[in-house]
């Protein structure tokens, strides 16, 4: 039996909007890749789970848990889950997908082919550039650097005449720009420290939680 804590579900709740379906190892942490494999996010979490746990519709499994103040899980049996109350009164029980139906993370583990920009990104910027991105409607969140200063910008690349919001975040004798789909940056609230690599992948390292995400290609 193991208790589901709050960070965990939270975790649960964002990887949803990676990906409506996730496939949960055996052991501490939990991983999941958007299907179009251009979003990674790895958490490690409190809990130990014991055996693989295979979720299509991880929203509903979610509506599960929050019937439960403490939901409570047990993986003994081969083809489902229960959910219960810690008193065990309550109990729901959750069928397994067949986990080759899922979009999975590699076995490997991932690492960046290069660091080529590097810049800590403190929470309440990160909630700046998300209110903005929604205010103005804009598309794009792109890494500037001019050879002086990193500015990360939210702007629409295909309309020089769009609105635009930027902070500056760093400094820099290089020039570059990288581009973001806001739509990818599907990130819990918090600080990250950003490492961007000319290979088209950056990684955003959180506390207990990481995301590589693609950049789209500057054209």
Known sequence: MTVITKPTIEVLKNFCSINKSIVIKPGNQIATLSINKNILAIADVEEQFDSQISIYDLGVFLGGLSLFDQPKIDTSKENYLTVSDTAGRSKTRFFYADPDVITQPPEKEITLPSIDVNFRLDSNVLAQLQRA???????????????????????????????????????????????????????????????????????????????????????
Do not use: H, M, W
């Open 133 to 219: 991105a929604s205010v103005y409607q804009l598309p794009d969140l792109c890494l500037y650097g001019d050879g002086t200063d990193i500015q990360l910008r939210v702007t629409d690349k295909k309309n020089d005449s769009s609105n635009s919001f930027s902070v500056s975040v760093g400094e820099t004798s290089n020039e570059f720009c990288y581009c973001f789909k806001v739509e990818n940056l599907k990130l819990l609230p918090g600080s990250y420290q950003v490492s961007v690599s000319k290979t088209n992948v950056a990684l955003f390292q959180g506390d207990g939680i990481k995301y590589f995400i693609a950049l789209e290609p500057n054209t």
